[in-house]
T-cell receptor, first 111, second 114 residues
Framework: QKEVEQNSGPLSVPEGAIASLNCTYSDRGSQSFFWYRQYSGKSPELIMSIYSNGDKEDGRFTAQLNKASQYVSLLIRDSQPSDSATYLCAVNSGGYQKVTFGIGTKLQVIP | EPEVTQTPSHQVTQMGQEVILRCVPISNHLYFYWYRQILGQKVEFLVSFYNNEISEKSEIFDDQFSVERPDGSNFTLKIRSTKLEDSAMYFC????????????FGQGTRLTVV
């Protein structure tokens, strides 16, 4: 059973701080990694994708991947109240169609 | 910006009835998916569809479920004989390439079985 683990939170950070969200996965064959943002009652919205070890930056977001440790993280710099949402880590194992999601970490940015 | 659209946004049905959830994927996308999310739980993969056939399905996707692409734009999920436990948000998604690339989700259909 391929698992994606996240702390469900909530993670509370003050406005302007860096939010750090973490995810581990069980399948060493995983090749593609995604972060989705989901507001309450809404659909997942793709924020970042990462495919190789290291960091990938896009605006205020940085995704980090360490395949040896089977660990993915998302950093949100200069957190804003509008960033308050649940962040879903999702993993695809190469050769398969499906993406396996974690439970998501609820982020609360306090003004 | 292109988007995945789903109809209806909310469907209420009686237990045992059949429902059809509809989706229009992004026009140049080739891979289509259905996911579901029971309230408070994980987003779960149901099925993927490519080249007019199912390419992968989960253990959730049993004989009660079927998918179809009846024309060049629509992608449907049929649930026969609905059960109370089928109540969930159902999300359609599409991607240009197979599951290892970025999938974009529709706004979802909330299915309530009473």
């Amino acid at each position: 059973q391929k698992e994606v683990e996240q702390n469900s939170g909530p993670l509370s950070v003050p406005e302007g701080a860096i939010a750090s969200l973490n995810c581990t996965y069980s399948d060493r064959g995983s090749q593609s990694f995604f972060w989705y943002r989901q507001y309450s009652g809404k659909s997942p919205e793709l924020i970042m994708s990462i495919y190789s070890n290291g960091d990938k930056e896009d605006g205020r977001f940085t995704a980090q991947l360490n395949k040896a440790s089977q660990y993915v993280s998302l950093l949100i710099r200069d957190s804003q109240p509008s960033d308050s949402a649940t962040y879903l880590c999702a993993v695809n194992s190469g050769g398969y169609q499906k993406v396996t999601f974690g439970i998501g970490t609820k982020l609360q940015v306090i003004p | 910006e292109p988007e995945v659209t789903q109809t209806p946004s909310h469907q209420v049905t009686q237990m045992g009835q059949e429902v059809i959830l509809r989706c229009v994927p992004i026009s140049n996308h080739l891979y289509f998916y259905w996911y579901r999310q029971i309230l408070g739980q994980k987003v779960e993969f149901l099925v993927s569809f490519y080249n007019n056939e199912i390419s992968e399905k989960s253990e959730i996707f049993d004989d009660q479920f079927s998918v179809e692409r009846p024309d060049g734009s629509n992608f449907t999920l049929k649930i026969r004989s609905t059960k109370l436990e089928d109540s969930a948000m159902y999300f359609c998604a599409s991607s240009v390439e197979q599951g290892g690339t970025e999938a974009f989700f529709g706004q979802g259909t909330r299915l309530t079985v009473v």
